[in-house]
């Protein structure tokens, strides 16, 4: 298990020289305590010492980064096993497989795909993370010009699927310097593959079928100088893969294989439905999922199960509250009444912006709880209300007192009326019909 | 985590009754009897998909009633439909006709559970009226119109569970107890209802499905947290779960989709909502696109 800071104190050279980047000795073993910092950050540990704290202060699941720059995704560095106890940090990276033996065209069109999808959600922009280059045409020179047409990691990160050490030179010539997942090393390759990430500095993925193969695997390629690797537990069945998956994170979580404390990767074309695949990858541990390119639906489902089970289940995503202008609103504009939940204001955001009517959003602070959630749990309130109005100097934004409130908070219009004063107008349950109840409704 | 240890295991319910168990059902299906995580250790006899169906479609999800086309104004043929060519494993009737104003048509209750029971070979799932004040009619019409069947009678909450409850007791059926996606609540419900008698090994947790992108996040880890506790030994939660992403179809993405694309929409939404509903533990999915059943079950084979 994890050490305490003050504990790892003890082993440090106590001389606060700074090297490390932090003021103190003390601080260090802070950070190192929550697995925020790497031992070999201090230059002046005594060997014993770097070997023991290494052990116990690296995060459980070791952070790997795939690809450089801003499209660069990192993985790993987790610290639970459920993300009730806490919350998981780093989204899977969804790479999207093309062959090599692919035609031009085809390959072309897929990357553009992947550099192009965006879905936005409550405020964030979701996207695909990278492109799988698959050698099947077994001709180094061919995987090598595919990769390049996937634009060799420069734009998009790349994983290099293949066995054969030759077609992963002939590939990291070209695409080496982008940090590309070198996909993968078996027991038969694995010290020709190992060399080559060595080589160019490149995470490596290592694929077993055994937990305990796996953790030899890994462990092998690690001492041959590999600190960046991925786990492929090479599952024959979805069912299996969620098995061996929860098996590995808790040994690497309860720190009792240290071999098996990196990513897993997962591909999602390997079983009779990739969307399950990938849901299975999602919620279970991944952190590449490599996926056949996808429709549409496949791809924005996906993408919104990654960041739903990726939010902090302690804190729902949030806007500010306050009060938000829309389409430039004058004196006479209508105010509308919500709640500070990100889904909540995107949702009523979108249809008004579309809308074209000028508004005020009357945002109040019911702690990220959605309208429905925040009546039920009595955290949208005429006291609210009433105190928000003064907070925010509604008053002193528009010449009228009507206050426009959502159709699910209607058993509360009477108390918000003798609670401010206002006179309260009940909109409709549904954003969608807002807009239309606006055009019809509203008068002063 | 593996044990043998009788206590720590979720409690296995059976839903229908073949002729030998006293019903007409070709077969009768035992669910729960889990002892570890989802998919791991020793796994559970089967994980069902149950295709929902109404008696009255005007409120129900149009992207569904574009595809069934027909079956929809005939229950009795779009339950037979849901087994035999849609492949569910068991039919979920709802009974929206009670949404309608002033409803009162109570033999119609009995008729079509009958109708349904005659036209499918499979355990049934009837979930009863949407009105409190309908609750103790309808649930006695059609939980006795199943006597003898060992149904699936839904949904007791908090508020309102005496009704159903009273109905399961009386005709011999299992219960499914629905909570906000809150695991007191749920534990509390299912104290609520072994006081009122309804045996522990007659219930199904339902701990409220939020739509992908509308709350799932709290489903999942309610689930998760409740199939843990169970674990941990805490019987008032060790009942299997079923999950009905029933928010799906209505969503945003779903409604706004071109027209070409909505169906495809509509299916991939619900697939990924029940696919993780069973990776966080549930034993049965219950969705309402046909198209989504034939996936799932691929998906819980492989
Ligand atoms: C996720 C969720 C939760 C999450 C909270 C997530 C969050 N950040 O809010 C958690 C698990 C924490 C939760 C807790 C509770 N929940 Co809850 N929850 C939900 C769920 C599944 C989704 C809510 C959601 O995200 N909706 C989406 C957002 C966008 O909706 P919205 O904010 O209402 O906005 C829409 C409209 O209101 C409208 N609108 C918004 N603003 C405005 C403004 C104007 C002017 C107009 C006209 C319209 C408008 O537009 C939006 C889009 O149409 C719903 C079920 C459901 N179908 O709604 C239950 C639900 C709301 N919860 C419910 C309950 C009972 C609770 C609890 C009280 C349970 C408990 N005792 O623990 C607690 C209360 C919280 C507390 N204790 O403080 C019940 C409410 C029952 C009722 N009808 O009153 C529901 C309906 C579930 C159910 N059927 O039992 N919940
Ligand atoms: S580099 Fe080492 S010795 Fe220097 S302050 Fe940091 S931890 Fe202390």
Not at chain 1, 11 to 39: E, I, Q, R, S, W
Not at chain 1, 329 to 343: D, Q
Request: aromatic share 6%; net charge negative.
């Amino acid at each position: 298990m994890a050490m305490k800071a003050l504990d790892i104190y003890k082993h440090l050279p106590k001389t606060n020289c700074k090297k490390c980047g932090y003021p103190t000795c003390l601080a260090f073993a802070m950070k190192l305590a929550v697995g925020k910092a790497d031992v070999e950050a201090c230059p002046d540990l005594e060997a014993e010492a770097r070997t023991l704290l290494g052990g116990v202060t690296r995060p459980p699941v070791r952070l790997v980064t795939i690809g450089t720059g801003e499209r660069s995704v990192a993985v790993g560095e987790e610290f639970v096993l459920f993300r009730h106890e806490k919350t998981f940090y780093h989204p899977p990276g969804i790479v999207v497989q093309v062959s090599d033996a692919w035609p031009d065209d085809e390959v072309r069109s897929v990357v553009e795909m992947v550099e192009e999808t965006v879905v936005h959600r409550v405020g964030q922009d979701l996207v695909l993370n990278g492109v799988a280059v698959k050698y099947e045409s077994n001709l180094p020179e061919r995987f090598a010009e595919v990769v390049t047409l996937a634009g060799g990691g420069n734009s998009l990160p790349l994983a290099l699927i293949a066995d054969d050490p030759g077609a992963l030179e002939a590939a990291l010539a070209v695409a080496g310097h982008y940090r590309p997942l070198i996909h993968a090393a078996t027991e038969e390759n694995h010290e020709a593959l190992a060399a080559l990430a060595k080589r160019y500095g490149c995470p490596l993925a290592v694929r077993a079928a055994d937990p305990a193969e796996l953790a030899a695997l890994a462990g092998k390629c690690a001492d041959a100088g590999v600190p960046d690797i991925v786990l492929d537990p090479a599952p024959s069945s979805l069912a299996g893969f969620v098995a061996i998956a929860t098996d590995i994170r808790k040994a690497a979580i309860g720190r009792t294989e240290p071999a098996l404390g990196y990513p897993l990767s997962i591909d999602a074309g390997a079983f009779g439905d990739a969307d399950a695949a990938i849901a299975a990858g999602i919620l279970k541990y991944a952190g590449i999922i490599v996926v056949p390119p996808l429709s549409p639906a496949s791809v924005e489902a996906a993408l919104t199960l990654r960041q739903n089970i990726y939010t902090d289940p302690q804190k729902p995503i949030q806007v500010t509250p306050g009060i938000y202008p829309i389409n430039e609103p004058g004196r006479n504009a209508p105010v509308l009444l919500t709640v500070n939940f990100s889904l909540t204001y995107f949702t009523l955001l979108g249809y008004l912006e579309a809308s074209r009517i000028p508004c005020y959003l009357f945002i109040a602070d019911t702690e990220g709880l959605s309208v429905l959630t925040a009546v039920a749990g009595g955290k949208l309130t005429e006291t609210l209300v009433a105190d928000s109005i003064k907070e925010f100097g509604v008053g002193d934004l528009v010449d009228h007192r009507l206050l426009v409130i959502p159709g699910y908070a209607a058993p509360l219009s009477g108390k918000i009326e003798d609670a401010t004063g206002w006179k309260v107008l009940v909109g409709p349950r549904d954003a969608a019909d807002l807009p239309g109840y606006l055009e019809t409704e509203w008068k002063t | 985590m593996e044990s043998n240890d009788e206590r720590l295991a979720i409690r296995e319910v059976r839903l229908g009754a073949t002729r030998a168990e006293g019903g007409t059902r070709e077969v009768s299906y035992a669910i729960g009897g889990e002892r570890d995580l989802p998919f791991s250790g020793k796994r559970p006899e089967r994980l069902l998909v149950a295709l929902e169906i109404c008696d009255d479609p005007q409120f129900w999800p149009p992207v569904v009633r574009d595809y069934v086309g027909d079956l929809a104004n005939d229950t009795a043929e779009w339950a037979r439909a849901a087994e035999r060519t849609y492949g569910a494993d068991l039919v979920r009737l709802n009974f929206t006709s009670t949404k309608q104003r002033g409803f009162d048509a109570f033999g119609a209750i009995a008729a079509t559970t009958e109708e349904v029971l005659a036209a499918t070979a499979r355990p049934l799932i009837v979930e009863g009226s949407n009105e409190p004040e309908l609750d103790s009619e309808v649930f006695r019409r059609s939980g006795e119109a199943g006597e003898g069947e060992r149904l699936l009678l839904g949904t007791a909450e908090a508020d309102r569970y005496r009704s159903v409850a009273a109905a399961a007791l009386a005709y011999g059926h299992a219960v499914i107890a629905q909570s906000p996606i809150d695991v007191n609540l749920a534990k509390q419900l299912n104290i609520l209802l072994r006081e009122t008698g309804v045996p522990q090994d007659r219930i199904v947790i339902d701990p409220y499905t939020g739509a992908l992108g509308y709350g799932f996040e709290y489903t999942y880890s309610v689930m998760e947290r409740i199939r843990l506790a169970a674990l941990a030994g805490d019987a008032d939660l060790a009942m299997p779960m079923i999950s009905a992403p029933t928010d799906t179809l209505s969503i945003r993405e779903v409604r706004e989709a071109a027209p070409a694309d909505r169906e495809a929409m509509a299916v991939a939404w619900e697939f990924y909502t029940a696919y993780a509903a069973v990776v966080a533990g549930a034993s049965i999915v219950c969705v309402r696109h046909p198209l989504t059943v034939a996936r799932l079950k691929t998906a819980l084979e492989g």
